[in-house]
């Protein structure tokens, strides 16, 4: 089993930037792909970013060139980077980590909460 708790949300004005972190217990934490994932109100959760035991990285479009992955095994900690916010990048956002033939993570964190707002 794998535990997966997220911290460094909080409430940016436009502009501004977030470090948002993932803290795994449990687990191979080398083995496994991160990813962050969001849900806004109203919404489906999306992916954000994911990031392999390779190093491998992918972003969503509407974060491209705004937010950085990164994971220090070491450490077992996976980041999100999040410059340049925006409120449509407000949301809950989860960390989630996934097996090798999975399309999804298998296991998912409790959420931290990002809000973008003037």
């Known amino acids: 089993q794998v535990t997966l708790v997220e911290s460094g949300g909080g409430l940016v004005q436009p502009g501004e930037s977030l470090r948002l972190s993932c803290a795994a217990s449990g687990g191979i934490f080398s083995l496994y792909t991160m990813g962050w994932y969001r849900q806004a109100p109203g919404k489906q959760r999306e992916r954000v970013s994911t990031?392999?035991?390779?190093?491998?990285?992918s972003y969503a479009d509407s974060v491209k060139g705004r937010f950085t992955i990164s994971r220090d095994n070491a450490k077992r900690t996976v980041y999100l980077q999040m410059n340049n916010l925006e409120p449509e990048d407000t949301a809950v956002y989860y960390c989630?980590?996934?097996?090798?033939?999975?399309?999804?993570?298998?296991?998912w964190g409790q959420g931290t909460q990002v809000t973008v707002s003037s």
């Open positions: 990031i392999t035991n390779g190093a491998t990285t």
């Open positions: 989630g980590a996934l097996r090798g033939s999975s399309s999804g993570p298998s296991y």
